[in-house]
């Protein structure tokens, strides 16, 4: 199965339009993600909560780690860096953090603001090796820019 991410920014530019709420938008881009590809095992957001802090937003799929620092992890990572982390096997990558056994491979876009601070990470596990590419990591990006730096 391929992604129409045109179908799905359209989708949920429609569902978030006038909202700006960030966790009623967390909730619907997370829920709207998840059942959109069936190489997406857990799909959710972690929220910056505190200085280098992580803390577990709204997501679909089972649990995920309430607490995460900046210092450890993909989204630790992704976090600190701004950058997106696209992890083909989650054991090679130093201070991966287990929080579901089933994780194989991981990608994990920073979530900015309107004045470009990051304020969230939008992480995506798989429960597939190597289930992601640059692509997916544009597009997503791209949604996840139309939705909350606006």
């Avoid at 530019?13 to 009623?24: F, K, P, Q, V, Y």
């Avoid at 601070?117 to 190597?130: R, W």
Wanted: net charge negative; with cysteine.
């Amino acid at each position: 199965m391929t992604l129409d991410y045109n179908t799905l920014a359209k989708t949920i530019a429609a569902l978030t339009e006038g909202e700006t709420d960030e966790i009623a938008l967390m909730a619907t881009v997370a829920c709207e993600v998840h059942h959109s590809d069936t190489r997406f095992d857990w799909t959710g957001f972690y929220r910056v909560t505190a200085l280098e802090t992580l803390k577990i937003g709204p997501y679909q799929g089972g649990h995920g780690c309430l607490v995460i620092p900046f210092s450890r992890g993909v989204c630790g990572a992704a976090a600190r860096t701004g950058e997106p982390q696209l992890v083909p096997d989650v054991e090679a990558f130093p201070g991966h953090i287990a929080c579901a056994t089933s994780t194989r491979s991981e990608l994990v876009l920073p979530v900015r603001n309107a004045q470009g601070e990051i304020f969230a990470v939008f992480d995506i596990d798989s429960d597939q090796p190597d289930a992601f590419c640059q692509d997916d990591a544009e597009k997503l990006g791209a949604i996840l820019n139309a939705v909350f730096a606006r």
